[in-house]
Antibody
Framework: QVTLKESGPALVKPTQTLTLTCTFSGFSLTTSGMRVSWIRQPPGKALEWLAR???????FYSTSLKTRLTISKDTSKNQVVLTMTNMDPVDTATYYCARTPRGYYYGMDVWGQGTTVTVSS | QSALTQPASVSGSPGQSITISCTGTSSDVGDYNYVSWYQQHPGKAPKLMIYEVSNRPSGISNRFSGSKSGNTASLTISGLQAEDEADYYC???????????FGGGTKLTVL
């Protein structure tokens, strides 16, 4: 069974750096074609894709947030980590990680439950 | 403002069919067959319903189908059921700006 679970602080202050961890099971990020993405959703708003890391360590970022994001993986721990610097109240959202298996290209077939992050002083 | 344009809401009665449109540009929907559709119930994570325009993941009902014409992709749900009531989002690969863009979402109400 494939599962992903996000973890991280529920509350961060403006200008702080957010670190989120996606811990997954049921698949390996060393498998050819496997990808893990981060997506966020502000309250009552649409989904926004943030970043992706591939099995071969290729990394892709949203152009609008590229200067603030870093994505990395620890295959021994089955984890993907996203850091976002200089947090602002507009970054308040539910943050999801999701998997794209080989052959699905840009479709994300399994999602974590999401973790809610509030940015406030 | 989302990169892909969806109607804010659609509605239908049980048993009917509805279609949700998703309009992009030649930089995304028009030039690439990488359109996906997601269903999201309140307070839940999105669920993949369609990928690569018209492919259904394993376990997704054949009542859900996808298509594309020009810069517009569509999700059709036939034999509408109460449990289909949810928000639906389209997404696409894009060759401009970010790699993946989402639509603004469509709220489906089953009357």
């Amino acid at each position: 069974q494939v599962t992903l679970k996000e973890s991280g602080p529920a509350l961060v202050k403006p200008t702080q750096t957010l670190t989120l961890t996606c811990t997954f099971s049921g698949f390996s990020l060393t498998t050819s074609g496997m990808r893990v993405s981060w997506i966020r959703q502000p309250p009552g708003k649409a989904l926004e894709w943030l970043a992706r890391i591939d099995w071969d360590d290729d990394k892709f970022y949203s152009t609008s947030l590229k200067t603030r994001l870093t994505i990395s993986k620890d295959t021994s721990k089955n984890q993907v980590v996203l850091t976002m610097t200089n947090m602002d109240p507009v970054d308040t959202a539910t943050y999801y990680c999701a998997r794209t298996p080989r052959g699905y290209y840009y479709g994300m077939d399994v999602w974590g439950q999401g973790t809610t992050v509030t940015v406030s002083s | 403002q989302s990169a892909l344009t969806q109607p804010a809401s659609v509605s239908g009665s049980p048993g009917q069919s509805i279609t949700i449109s998703c309009t992009g540009t030649s930089s995304d929907v028009g030039d690439y067959n990488y359109v996906s559709w997601y269903q999201q119930h309140p307070g839940k994570a999105p669920k993949l319903m369609i990928y690569e325009v018209s492919n259904r993941p394993s376990g997704i009902s054949n009542r859900f189908s996808g298509s594309k014409s020009g810069n517009t992709a569509s999700l059709t749900i036939s034999g509408l059921q109460a449990e289909d009531e949810a928000d639906y989002y389209c997404s696409s690969y894009t060759s401009s700006s970010t790699y993946v863009v989402f639509g603004g979402g469509t709220k489906l109400t089953v009357l």
